[in-house]
């Protein structure tokens, strides 16, 4: 049996670096032009890591009114900004 992407892989082969440098090109141009579409593919991803989902986090973070449920704070950034809570999120309580 003939292979369908014989010349595909021969052009491939002898044009790897012009190949793979479009393919980056292109990948960075599509990645500023739709930022939310890959913020939201990555959050559910990080959500499946923890086998959780999207859902659970929306119902979670409605639940605890956007603060963290064990010290009751917004998570901030250094910036000024907020950051997403964090699901694997630990604190060291003093115990007195």
């Not at 479009?22 to 032009?33: H, P, S, V």
Request: glycine share 4%; net charge positive; proline share 1%.
């Amino acid at each position: 049996m003939k292979d369908k992407y014989a010349s595909q892989k021969k052009w491939y082969a002898n044009h790897k670096v012009e190949a793979d440098r479009y393919r980056a090109d292109w990948t960075r141009k599509d990645r500023l032009e739709n930022p939310d579409f890959y913020r939201a593919r990555e959050f559910a991803r990080e959500m499946k890591k923890y086998s959780t989902t999207v859902e659970w986090y929306r119902d979670k973070l409605i639940e605890q009114r956007g603060l963290c449920a064990l010290c009751e704070h917004l998570n901030h950034s250094q910036r000024g900004g907020l950051h997403r809570l964090s699901v694997d999120h630990m604190i060291t309580l003093a115990v007195i």
